[in-house]
Nanobody
Framework: VQLQAFGGGSVQAGGSLRLSCAASGRSLSGYVMAWFRQAPGKEREFVGI????????LYADSVMGRFTISRDNAKNIVSLQMNSLEPGDTAVYYC????????????????WGQGTQVTVSS
């Protein structure tokens, strides 16, 4: 499966952005989907995950209550709605697909999008 993330941009603190991850090649319905991010000078970190059906989501503590993951398997798209953005959210955001289990570790994800930049200014 090929993934393409888009929707990044620059926003002021307190603002919102919606990222999307479009898949091609295969239906996303067979994959657990996750978002990760990598800030400058830092390691890539887990942001959130959504189950194949969309019935279960899990988020990193740092984004809990501000970010929401959703998916539309019919349209082959997964989205990340980001509200109340903070300068600490500045990073390149990646979507990733995992054909097996719900997992937080990026090592379980063989398929990655190219990343989209999110910049939050104070």
């Amino acid at each position: 499966v090929q993934l393409q993330a888009f929707g990044g941009g620059s926003v002021q603190a307190g603002g919102s952005l919606r990222l999307s991850c479009a898949a091609s090649g295969r239906s996303l319905s067979g994959y657990v989907m996750a978002w990760f991010r990598q800030a400058p000078g830092k390691e890539r970190e887990f942001v959130g995950i959504i189950s194949r059906s969309g019935g279960s989501m899990l988020y990193a503590d740092s984004v809990m209550g501000r970010f929401t993951i959703s998916r539309d398997n019919a349209k082959n798209i997964v989205s990340l709605q980001m509200n109340s953005l903070e300068p600490g959210d500045t990073a390149v955001y990646y979507c990733a697909a995992n054909p097996s289990e719900l997992a937080l570790s990026q090592g379980f994800y063989p398929y990655w999008g190219q990343g989209t930049q999110v910049t939050v200014s104070s």
